[in-house]
């Protein structure tokens, strides 16, 4: 196996015999069979498109596969060999479509030459799928350079679908997603592809990335109103509980309705935890808060939470014996031997009795003193506050602000973020969305003439909060760049929707981003180089002199 899609990627350089992350070589060779089919498929959906051929069940699937194959999702061997028969068959399904269209419009049969990726038939067996991984991995592009630019892109565009797939669920889409992700998986699959191509896609991925932030936040909004500044409760209380982790509010929603009047309490876990700001979800008496922090710390925490626990998302990590007969999974998570409650059929809702059962068998939790958190700080709410907040940098009680999102892991170089949150100087505000907020969003960093000196706007999608406030503010200062604001970005990754983010920032034109704990092992030198050269990009260094510079504007 080779793998190096995340901030975790041994050594940095990648993962070789099993993944840091858990991944064994099995699924990873699966997963990158998924995606050399996605790629094929891709190419066949684009040559449709040309032809004003369209399948929706082809464009849904391409964002499921690439979505199912971010890290942490999915662990389970046996659901990839599902996966990738589908994508063979939609494969079939999307070329022979293109073929019939073709004839008719042009009168001869389609004799182009097709790339190995479109033209593969695999056998439809697990040993076909490792085979062809074997020999067609991440690896078998030979030039350094071409192989990393397109795994930035693939990493980008595996965030964009998974954002783009969440939205799908709440009935938001756009087909220009869907085109821009066949149009890059086909172009992966091109022999003779430049540097300068990948970069343009890598760039349009970014205006991509944006768009699909933004439907995401129109289908979350629209569906569960605009979030509020909220108080969170961080502690168990009496009575049995389930804890839900991931990014999937449907899915959330769905478990809140049915256990109505059960006397279960409903609590979120890492990424969840902005659903407690939606109205429409904290109207729901039994959302009663979040508990634990970020995912690499659920091994003790779920420890201690003695309830089902259900993931709708990303980031699971190998569940210890001790708590995994209570893990369930949904949507495309897998764990293999965990419970998975399937998807339901259109226009109804997911059955989670099973899950309910447990956690009343399972009785109540053990009780904990109460700790508050606020929360809710997403781009509606802001927005109200933006007379204070412009008047307190006209009368300099803000002099910076800073965006930490992102995500949050293991390394302890991490604590770095912890560092800059407690150091940075007291008319500082920090903006944040995605995990990284659990390095500091506990600490007591107090308020600027009633403005919180920590904004949580939410989920890592709600970056685009983040994005959309720094616009606002531009418009409202007067300024022509997005750069001449008193904003810095000191962004923290972990995975590919990280990814995505990153690419969004760089297409709105944000320039001189620190990038952390470490610069991405998938790229190059030489394509480091041309994000430092075009976008200021730089690595983190230590707390005091990143502060520093920071407060200088570099
Ligand atoms: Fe390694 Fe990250 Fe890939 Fe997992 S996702 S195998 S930790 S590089
Ligand atoms: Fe976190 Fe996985 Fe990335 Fe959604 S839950 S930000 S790491």
Known sequence: MFCFQCQEAAKNEGCTVKGVCGKDEEVAKLQDALVYLLKGTGFWAKKARQYGVTDEEVDLFILEGLFATVTNVNFDAERFVEYCNKAADLKSKIRDKFLNAYKQKEDSDFSEEIPREAAWEPAKTKEDYLAKAEEDGVLAEENEDIRSLKELLIYGLKGIAAYADHAYVLNEKS?????FAETALAETTRENITSEELISLVMQAGDTAVKAMEI???????RYGKQEITSVNTSLKEGPGILVSGHDLLDLEELLKQTEGTGINIYTHGEMLPANAYPELKKFDHLVGNFGTAWYNQR???????????????????????????????????WPGCKHIPNAKTGEQKDFSSLIEHAK?????????????TIGFAKDQVMELADKVIDAVKSGAIKRFVVMGGCDGRH????????????????????TAGCAKYRYNMLDLGDIGGIPRILDAGQCNDSYSLAYIALQLKDAFGLDDINDL????DIAWYEQKAVCVLLALLALGVKGIRLGPTVPAFLSPNVVNVLVEN?????IEDPETDIEAMMAGK
Do not use: H, M
């Open 175 to 179: 087909d220009n997603i869907f085109s």
């Open 216 to 222: 995401l936040d129109k289908a979350n909004t629209g």
């Open 300 to 334: 003790s925490e779920f420890e201690e939470f003695n309830g089902p626990i259900l993931f709708t998302t990303n980031c699971i990590v190998p569940p210890k014996d001790s708590y995994k007969d209570r893990i369930y999974t949904t949507g495309l998570v897998g």
């Open 361 to 373: 068998q399972l009785g109540s939790l053990q009780p904990q003193e109460n700790k508050e958190l």
């Open 412 to 431: 302890k170089s991490r604590e770095y973020y912890t560092e800059v949150a407690k150091d940075l100087p007291e008319d500082t505000v920090i903006l």
């Open 486 to 489: 008193p904003i810095s970005y």
């Open 535 to 539: 976008f200021g990009i730089k690595p």
